[in-house]
Nanobody
Framework: QVQLVESGGGLVQAGGSLRLSCAASGRTFSSYAMGWFRQAPGKEREFVSVIIWSGGNTAYADSVKGRFTISRDNAKNMVYLQMNSLKPEDTAVYYC????????????????WGPGTQVTVSS
C-alpha cells in the first residue's frame, strides 16, 4: 500500500491561491491513480480531482473546474493540487488518496488516504 501525507493548507482570502502537496511512499507509486477529495464540516467527503498514472488523464468536479489543477511527479512520488480563485465554499479538509484500480469519484473505493490538510477561505 501507499502511505500519503498532505501539506500546504492554510488560511487564504477569497480570490487567493494555495498549492497542496501530497508525498507518497511506495515503489509502485506510478501505477496508482491519485486523487484529491475534500470534506467540509457536516458534509460528506466529496471528489475534487483525479490524475492517473502517467498524468495525461485528469478529471475535476464541476465546482472546481477551471480553477484547480492537479499534477504529479512520479520521479518524486508527489501529487499537487494548485487551487486558484478560491471561494469560501472551498473551505474544507483536503485529503490525498491513492487507488490501484484507476479513477473513481466514490471515496469508498479508494485504497489509501492521507490524514488531511485544512484549507480555510475567508470572505
Amino acid at each position: 500500500q501507499v502511505q500519503l501525507v498532505e501539506s500546504g493548507g492554510g488560511l487564504v482570502q477569497a480570490g487567493g491561491s494555495l498549492r497542496l502537496s501530497c508525498a507518497a511512499s511506495g515503489r509502485t507509486f506510478s501505477s496508482y491513480a491519485m486523487g484529491w477529495f475534500r470534506q467540509a464540516p457536516g458534509k460528506e467527503r466529496e471528489f475534487v480531482s483525479v490524475i492517473i498514472w502517467s498524468g495525461g488523464n485528469t478529471a475535476y468536479a464541476d465546482s472546481v473546474k477551471g480553477r484547480f489543477t492537479i499534477s504529479r511527479d512520479n520521479a518524486k512520488n508527489m501529487v499537487y493540487l494548485q487551487m486558484n480563485s478560491l471561494k469560501p465554499e472551498d473551505t474544507a479538509v483536503y485529503y490525498c488518496a491513492a487507488r490501484r484500480a484507476g479513477r473513481s469519484g466514490d471515496p469508498s473505493l479508494w485504497d489509501s488516504w492521507g490524514p488531511g490538510t485544512q484549507v480555510t477561505v475567508s470572505s
